[in-house]
């Protein structure tokens, strides 16, 4: 994971408004977030494979209301670059049980937070400008 350094963080907004700009320049609210706080997340190894490894993450924080409902007032925290390395074959640490079964149906990364190659940091970089220059011209 590396940390970037962005004019958004810190920034503030209704959820409608940020989830409509983040959504236009290909960002994803990722599926695991809770009431209080998210990921934003854009592949940037879309060139390269199905199998998306390095992104481009922001995370947001609830100011008022609950995160998902257009009305609620949504922190930007601080950006950063991050690499996935997923595991090839079987994975070592499964549990087979019938509730696990229905639970966890996913492999654990080798290294969720495996080196961000310059490349992909470079990537990174730019799809945050797109992102700050499309913020910055909205207000």
């Given amino acids: 994971m590396i940390p970037l350094d962005s004019p958004l ?9 940020l989830d409509t700009l983040f959504n236009a320049e290909g ?3 990722g599926g695991g977030y809770e009431y209080d ?3 934003y997340d854009k592949a940037l190894d879309w060139e ?3 199998e998306h490894r390095a992104y481009l993450r922001i995370p ?8 998902g409902e257009n009305d609620a007032t949504i922190r930007i925290g601080k950006p950063f670059a991050l690499k996935h390395e ?3 074959g079987l994975d070592d640490h499964v549990d087979t049980g019938v509730i ?5 149906q996913f492999q654990e990364p080798a290294d969720k937070d495996a080196d961000v190659e310059e490349k992909w940091l470079q990537r990174a970089q730019s799809e945050l400008q797109q992102l700050e220059h499309r913020f ?3 207000e």
């Avoid at 963080?9 to 408004?17: A, V």
């Avoid at 947001?60 to 995160?67: D, I, K, P, R, Y």
């Avoid at 696990?100 to 966890?104: C, F, K, W």
């Fill in 86 to 88: 997923y595991q090839s």
């Fill in 60 to 67: 947001v924080f609830t100011e008022s209301g609950n995160l």
């Fill in 37 to 39: 706080h998210g990921y």
């Fill in 48 to 50: 390269e494979n199905m």
């Fill in 9 to 17: 963080e810190n920034q503030q907004g209704s959820f409608r408004d």
């Fill in 136 to 138: 910055l011209n909205a």
């Fill in 27 to 29: 960002f994803v609210l």
């Fill in 100 to 104: 696990s079964g229905l639970i966890d």
